[in-house]
Nanobody, 123 residues
Framework: QVQLVESGGGLVQAGGSLRLSCAASGRTFSTYAMGWFRQAPGKEREFVATIRWSGSRTYYADSVQGRFTISRDNAKNTVDLQMNSLKPEDTAVYYC????????????????WGQGTQVTVSS
């Protein structure tokens, strides 16, 4: 059973940066894709970014392309989300996700989720 724990959220001013980290348990971390999603108050959860098992391919939502960078360290079982040029509309709970069953598409179908970390961007 894979468990995911996010960290790094907080309050930041518009234009600032934050780095989120997700630590995964289990020995097979390097075999599955990882993703980040977010959910703002009153809205549905939305895809943010994903990275393949090897780290060689990444994919981003249009809203964060060029501002956010997803990366992973398979030796440490971690996946990070570097968020730059933050905007108030980036305010949300950010969730780490894993495709341990190999069934996810780029932006959906992940089967394992963390508890989430709050990111608040003030204007």
């Amino acid at each position: 059973q894979v468990q995911l724990v996010e960290s790094g959220g907080g309050l930041v001013q518009a234009g600032g940066s934050l780095r989120l980290s997700c630590a995964a348990s289990g020995r097979t971390f390097s075999t599955y894709a990882m993703g980040w999603f977010r959910q703002a108050p009153g809205k549905e959860r939305e895809f943010v970014a994903t990275i393949r098992w090897s780290g060689s391919r990444t994919y981003y939502a249009d809203s964060v392309q060029g501002r956010f960078t997803i990366s992973r360290d398979n030796a440490k079982n971690t996946v990070d989300l570097q968020m730059n040029s933050l905007k108030p509309e980036d305010t949300a709970v950010y969730y780490c996700s894993a495709d341990t069953l190999g069934r996810a598409t780029w932006d959906g179908g992940y089967d394992t989720w963390g508890q989430g970390t709050q990111v608040t961007v003030s204007s």
